[in-house]
């Protein structure tokens, strides 16, 4: 039985952040070392960082000293952001979350992040839907 498309949106806002892991594309990150940094307030709010270096990208809790950019948003706006429920610029300049540092880089984060990730790769994790 094939996954429908919408089973594959995150379910949290730590699930959306935590997947931009595994939608890294290669081809942009090759050349790019950097930490972004998420404060996220209200529901499963926390703080969680990604860290990019040598085409990879790692998820982890908590903060890190000296981030290259840093993204204070409400759990609802960047689920929805991650979802492709709201366009991240337009969220952006009408204040309903906010950024600090490499701001080049906010603006390369759709394509940074525009690999499709493998029903492989979200199993592994186990955040498929099986009926």
Same mark, same amino acid.
């Given at each position: 039985m094939a996954i429908q498309t919408q089973d594959l949106r995150p379910k949290t806002v730590r699930q959306a952040i935590e997947g931009m892991t595994l939608s890294l594309n290669f081809d942009e990150a090759k050349d790019l070392n950097a930490t972004i940094q998420?404060?996220?307030?209200?529901?499963?709010?926390? &703080?969680?960082? /990604?860290? $990019? @270096?040598?085409?990879?990208?790692?998820? #982890?809790?908590?903060?890190?000293?000296?981030?290259?950019?840093?993204?204070?948003?409400?759990? &609802?706006?960047? /689920?929805? $952001? @991650?979802?492709?429920?709201?366009?991240? #610029?337009?969220?952006?300049?009408?204040?309903?979350?906010?950024?600090?540092?490499?701001?080049?880089?906010?603006?390369?984060?759709?394509?940074?992040f525009s690999r499709q990730p493998t029903e492989a790769e979200l199993d592994a994790k186990g955040w498929l839907d099986k009926e």
């Open positions: 998420f404060h996220v307030s209200g529901q499963d709010g926390g &703080d969680y960082y /990604l860290s $990019i @270096a040598d085409s990879q990208c790692q998820f #982890a809790s908590g903060m890190v000293l000296d981030p290259t950019l840093t993204i204070s948003t409400p759990a &609802d706006v960047w /689920l929805k $952001i @991650a979802r492709k429920e709201m366009n991240g #610029a337009v969220a952006l300049m009408s204040r309903k979350y906010k950024a600090s540092g490499k701001m080049g880089l906010l603006l390369k984060m759709d394509k940074l």
